[in-house]
């Protein structure tokens, strides 16, 4: 009477254990899923460079990727023709929810305030960038300065 018993209590516990390894997989399969979802939707806050060469009319570009070249080379998405500024100069990275500022490897370096960089370092508003002889400013979406608005006229009641 024993044997049919632990028979039946073994097949049960084995179905058990299948349907609880089956439910563990399937919340994490949903937990990653859902968090590769959030990860898609989290857009780049966009970012403007205001760029300031010698002798040149300042200009100023408009980001809204997560990476941004700037170098001599053409295919840079900031390109800037300096000779003082290497084909590949820098690269701004947006991750961990912050701008940050890569020199790659130029051949005279990039400031960052009128410091030298030596390591990737968080960029925000109004930080001076200067790539060979060109100055470049950055300028944050979340700090553009927007008009107040104009309080509505009052309408007048008719009688």
């Known amino acids: 009477m ?12 084995t179905v058990s254990l299948y349907v609880f390894l089956g439910w563990a997989f399937f919340m994490l399969w949903q937990d990653i899923h859902q968090q590769g979802t959030l990860l898609s939707l989290r857009k ?4 403007s460079l205001l760029i300031q060469r ?9 980001f809204t990727q997560a990476e ?6 053409p295919t840079c998405e900031c390109p800037i023709k300096d000779d003082t500024v290497s084909a590949r100069h820098a690269r701004l990275n947006y991750h961990h929810g912050q701008w940050w500022l890569e020199d790659l490897g130029s051949t005279n370096g990039t400031d960052l305030n009128s410091e030298r960089m030596t390591t990737p370092t968080v960029v925000i508003s109004h930080d001076e960038i200067a790539c060979g002889k060109a100055t470049l400013t950055v300028m944050l979406a979340g700090d553009v300065l927007l008009p107040p608005t104009q309080k509505m ?5 008719k009688k």
Do not use: N, W, Y
Not at 2 to 13: C, D, H, K, Q, T
Not at 54 to 62: D, G, L, T
Not at 68 to 73: C, P, S, V
């Open 2 to 13: 024993s044997g049919p018993a632990f028979l039946v209590l073994r097949v049960l516990l």
């Open 44 to 47: 780049v806050p966009p970012l």
């Open 54 to 62: 010698e002798a040149m009319p300042p200009q100023i570009r408009h």
């Open 68 to 73: 941004i070249t700037i170098g001599r080379d």
């Open 153 to 157: 006229p009052k309408l007048e009641k």
